[in-house]
């Protein structure tokens, strides 16, 4: 049984190395819309794209699952849970800023319809039993 924190002597990194950077992969993958209809392909064919065995795959599915980017059923498939979109916490920026892509943002406060108005103070008569 070989240790997975240290390299192994073929200059290969250990598993979990590999499988944290499949998933670096398949998360900027995710999130740019390369699997925008929703599914992944299967752990075959993803091993095969990104030149990673099957357990390597499975390592890096469940780290992302962790983080809530993906849903895995079994003999369903692996799902996107959600398109993500870049926070942009890099900048500074206001509400109307950060949704500029978003189309136009407008600021409206709905108010109560307007009614009859108060009569002045002082002039209302006091309920009864009250001071």
């Known amino acids: 049984m070989h240790d997975e924190e240290f390299p192994r002597p073929g200059g290969t990194p250990p598993r979990a190395e590999r499988a944290r950077r499949v998933a670096d992969t398949l998360r900027q993958q995710i999130t740019s819309g390369v699997y925008a209809q929703g599914m992944l392909p299967d752990e075959r064919r993803l091993g ?3 030149g990673a065995t099957r357990n390597v795959i499975r390592e890096s599915l469940a780290l992302l699952a962790d983080e809530g980017l993906i849903i895995r059923r079994r003999g369903v498939g692996t ?3 959600t398109a993500k979109y870049g926070h942009g916490l ?3 920026t206001g509400l109307a800023e950060t949704l500029v892509d978003h189309g136009t943002v407008t ?7 307007a009614g009859p108005p108060a ?10 039993g009250v001071l």
């Open 119 to 128: 009569p002045p103070a002082g002039t209302q008569p006091r309920p009864r």
């Open 90 to 92: 890099e900048r500074l």
């Open 79 to 81: 799902r996107v849970v």
């Open 48 to 50: 095969h794209a990104l």
């Open 107 to 113: 600021n409206e406060v709905g108010g109560a319809r």
